[in-house]
């Protein structure tokens, strides 16, 4: 786990906070981190038609989300952590949740009524997580808007960020520049650490050779370094089928080699968790 | 610290040739042989500072009274318990509460001065860090009266008669009062000189925690009544009385117990037991449980420590700064993330109350105040390890402390291995890729919703990139906290078991406007244990069953034994493990007090 600066978080948390209490005041609108209408137009209306259709075909799924239950204080409160979450609820949903939740993501989560701000963040963080993962190439259109529409709270930047990786989307590729600035920068490099290709390393490589990054950036990279070259994860794929294992093995390569540049190009100014970040990648590609 | 300035009322008080007033001399402690009497001086204040529960005017080595040494210096109590009943800690009021509660007084004693002129008069009073501190109170035949720190006054004929006090403190020592405590008499004529002045030092004992390798009394946990949970509650009872302790269900529906009408299963995070102690006549530690309870927001269960823990030698503290959750995470609070290194040497470093070890991180830390406060008693210094990678982020769910068989240390540091649980998956997947895990479990759904089938094979989990992934970053966050281990505790691979199983990662909101993946046990977490002597009980992992044989079970079974430790599991699936907790999150353990004398560490 490695997080941004703290200068940007501070930053990050004014912002989520002002929103956060705005969020609490929404009746049925939590979830809701874009609108239809942000969309192109073909997109919007694809969105507007597979949900249709998926509820003709499927209208448990709507009632399954709709009964989702991770973010009532009765639910959570039961729990160690005492945190909202909806995790275990959206994954259990399967491939069949993928339209609800793009509903949820534009129009807000079914019989959620007022929540706090926490809550608030748990539903948008937990639609937004579970879509990603579902790795569905219909969801880009939404996780674009909820990447890069202006004056997103950072949860929603980040995790939106992950989804986007996950379907290897260019629409990380301005935020790589840096010209939407740090924050958003190394949620789109943790992004690209979803992209399981070989190509992301050279993504990731370009970006780092580009500019000069920030402790928060190099953090972020190296983090996405060590999935893309994480040999657990790997080995994984090649137990599954999905890869062969010259191109795992040659896959830890080019990410130990990208690490060797970023450790390079992070220097001695690194931060505590910049250098923890940097080891646990270096541990990661380099384990058997 | 004895100065006599009237040379001559000091000899006229009779103190012979032993020199009685005069501080120099031979050191009364040259000689382990039975001390010769030695007349106190004519002002005198006499505390236990030979630590031997008696007080002996006339002993040079009760005279050594102005320092707390190894060997020397007076100790009192934090007088947190409840002797009469009332629901109050009997240091909230100022009377002596009873016979019982006059035990937990340290004496002290104005020594008579049976030759005290007239007109004289004292004034004994506390040093000013102390007096809102502690409380005094005048022992006599007529009653025990409270006095007041600030300055009790005495007559001349208090001084000829002599004085018996008690002192106890209203709290332990805290991060703005080392607990030290100096008692000083000053005694001047009538004219207005002073005829000689005493002073003693005496320390409040601390807190201390206790670690699991002490002998085990009784354990709480919750009664959540339904027929699954009464069947944890009876493998929880097999391995708690097979570990020599009593088990001790909490009837959690008790309305003053629940929050929104439920319970609260935490029993682990509410509070942890530790003791106090003071020296009482022969030398013996006299113990005083004392329950801490923890500085989360306002939980109704943890009231139980208030309501049925507070009691008879059973204290009750709660030192917190503040309810605002900007300030901490709350669920680092929890007594999950507080556990103690058992007794340990490291070089020239000794330990023998073992170290406090807590979790936080950089971004993620528990309130403060408690770690200032645990520091504060001075004899188990904290260890950090980072737990804020960890969804619930608490030391228990990837560290526990066991005594065993086999090592010079005589207990060892149980610890999640990610990898030794990846290890034994592939190797059992040469031939059985297909054994399941978790059968005939679901995941969470709050008891209301719909289930979830947990079930998975062996191959479906190490062909899961994602899992995988999770659990070789978890494993690198474990590698760090044994490195720091390791520093700080001098453990070696020896001193270490690897306790398989894997976790799973979620995305959490960070509250501090990113998003975080944070870490919670995916096959049940047996390194959360209840550690009961040489018996523990794990939550049963529901690991892959190959010949009708769960092989982590067996795996811990075997390599328990060889330690001389007895898992006894627990199904703790549906009531913590999907909610984030295991077993040790679900009880807690008083604890016998260890021998080992803290007022003979020199902390």
Redesign the interface.
């Given at each position: 786990m490695t997080k941004p600066s703290k200068l940007m978080m501070m930053k990050s948390a004014t912002l989520a906070l002002c929103l956060g209490v705005a969020g609490a005041a929404w009746a049925d609108g939590a979830g809701q981190v874009t609108t239809p209408a942000d969309l192109a137009p073909a997109a919007a209306r694809s969105l507007k038609e597979g949900i249709a259709a998926a509820r003709k075909a499927d209208p448990g799924a709507f009632a399954a989300l709709a009964a989702v239950r991770g973010y009532r204080p009765e639910a959570y409160m039961t729990t160690r952590a005492r945190k909202p979450n909806l995790a275990p609820e959206l994954a259990g949903l399967g491939k069949r949740g993928l339209w609800p939740m793009l509903e949820a993501l534009t129009e807000g989560l079914p019989g959620a009524g007022a929540v706090s701000a926490a809550e608030q963040q748990a539903i948008e963080v937990g639609l937004l997580d579970a879509v990603g993962k579902l790795g569905d190439a219909r969801a880009e259109a939404v996780l674009a808007v909820a990447f890069s529409k202006a004056g997103q709270p950072g949860h929603v930047v980040a995790t939106a960020a992950l989804g986007l990786g996950r379907l290897c989307s260019g629409e990380l590729d301005a935020a790589l520049t840096g010209k939407r600035g740090a924050f958003a920068a190394s949620a789109a490099l943790r992004g690209v650490g979803e992209c399981r290709r070989p190509a992301s390393i050279d993504r990731l490589t370009t970006a780092v050779s580009s500019r000069s990054f920030s402790d928060a950036e190099v953090q972020a990279a190296a983090e996405a370094l060590g999935k893309l070259g994480g040999s657990w994860a790997l080995d994984a794929e090649v137990a599954a089928g999905t890869r062969l294992r010259a191109e795992a093995d040659a896959m830890k390569a080019a990410a130990g080699q990208a690490l060797t540049a970023l450790e390079r190009a992070a220097g001695r100014r690194a931060a505590t968790a910049t250098v923890r970040a940097l080891r646990h990648a270096r541990a990661m590609v380099s384990a058997k | 610290m004895k100065r006599a300035l009237l040379t001559l009322v000091v000899v006229v008080a009779g103190c012979g040739g032993s020199g009685g007033g005069d501080d120099t001399g031979p050191d009364p402690f040259q000689d382990a042989g039975p001390e010769k009497p030695k007349d106190p001086p004519a002002v005198d204040i006499v505390v236990d500072a030979n630590r031997n529960g008696v007080l002996e005017p006339t002993s040079p080595s009760e005279q050594a009274d102005d320092s707390f040494t190894t060997t020397s210096g007076a100790i009192f109590l934090a007088n947190a318990d409840d002797d009469d009943g009332d629901k109050k800690r009997d240091s909230e009021d100022e009377i002596v509460n009873g016979a019982d509660d006059e035990l937990d007084l340290a004496r002290l004693q104005i020594h008579p001065w049976a030759k005290a002129p007239e007109g004289a008069t004292g004034v004994l009073k506390v040093d000013t860090a102390s007096q809102p501190r502690v409380r005094l109170f005048r022992i006599a035949p007529e009653g025990t009266t409270v006095v007041p720190t600030e300055g009790l006054a005495l007559a001349a004929a208090d001084l000829r008669a002599g004085v018996e006090l008690g002192i106890e403190s209203k709290s332990f020592a805290l991060p703005t009062w080392n607990g030290e405590v100096t008692v000083e008499l000053v005694v001047t004529s009538a004219a207005g000189a002073e005829l000689g002045r005493d002073s003693a030092v005496m320390r409040v004992a601390p807190f201390i925690l206790q670690s699991d390798v002490q002998a085990p009394r009784t354990v709480y946990f919750a009664d959540l009544r339904d027929t699954g949970h009464r069947r944890f509650q009876a493998q929880v009872t097999e391995g708690v009385v097979a570990g020599g302790a009593v088990a001790r269900p909490i009837d959690s529906f008790k309305t003053e117990y629940t929050?929104?009408g439920?319970p609260?299963q935490?029993t682990q995070?509410h509070w942890t037991i530790g003791y106090t102690s003071m020296p009482v006549a022969g030398g013996v530690q006299r113990v005083m449980d004392v329950v801490l309870r923890a500085a989360t927001e306002p939980r109704p269960a943890a009231d139980f420590a208030s309501v049925e823990l507070l009691g008879h030698d059973f204290g009750y503290i709660h030192p917190r700064a503040t309810d605002d959750p900007q300030t901490h995470d709350?669920?680092m609070d929890?007594h999950?993330n507080l556990d103690v290194v058992p007794p340990y040497t490291l070089g020239t470093a000794s330990y023998p109350l073992g170290r406090i070890l807590a979790g936080e991180g950089?971004?993620r830390k528990p309130d403060q105040t408690l770690k200032a406060y645990l520091e504060a008693q001075r004899v188990q210094p904290v260890i950090n390890i980072n737990t804020?990678?960890l969804?619930?982020?608490h030391v228990d769910e990837m560290v526990s402390f066991v005594r065993t068989n086999g090592n010079a240390r005589g207990w060892k540091l149980f610890v999640a291995s990610p990898k030794l649980a990846?290890q034994m998956l592939m190797t059992a997947?040469a031939s059985n890729g297909g054994a399941t895990l978790f059968e005939g479990k679901s995941?969470?759904?709050?008891?209301?919703?719909?289930e979830?089938p947990a079930m998975t094979t062996i191959?479906a989990i190490?062909?899961?990139?994602?899992?995988?992934?999770a659990?070789?970053?978890a494993q690198?966050?474990i590698?760090?906290a044994l490195v720091i281990l390791k520093r700080e505790v001098g453990l070696t691979d020896d001193d270490i078991v690897e306790v398989p199983f894997l976790y799973k990662s979620?995305?959490?909101?960070?509250?501090?406007?990113?998003?975080?993946?944070?870490y919670?046990a995916y096959i049940p977490g047996t390194v959360n244990q209840l550690v009961v002597g040489q018996h523990t009980v794990p939550p049963d992992p529901f690991g892959p069953v190959i010949n009708g044989q769960d092989i982590f079970k067996a795996d811990l079974v075997a390599r328990y034994a060889a330690l001389g430790v007895t898992p006894h599991f627990a199904d703790a699936w549906d009531d913590?493990h999907?909610?984030?907790?295991e077993v040790h999150?679900g009880t807690n353990t008083l604890r016998d007090a260890p021998t080992t004398r803290w007022w003979e560490l020199g902390k």
């Open positions: - | 929050q929104r439920q609260d935490w995070d709350v669920s929890s999950g950089e971004f804020e990678w969804e619930v982020g990846r997947a995941w969470v759904d709050f008891r209301t919703g719909r979830i191959d190490l062909a899961d990139a994602d899992l995988m992934q659990n070789q970053e690198q966050w590698d760090d979620e995305q959490f909101g960070d509250g501090q406007g990113g998003s975080v993946s944070l919670i913590y999907r909610l984030s907790g999150c």
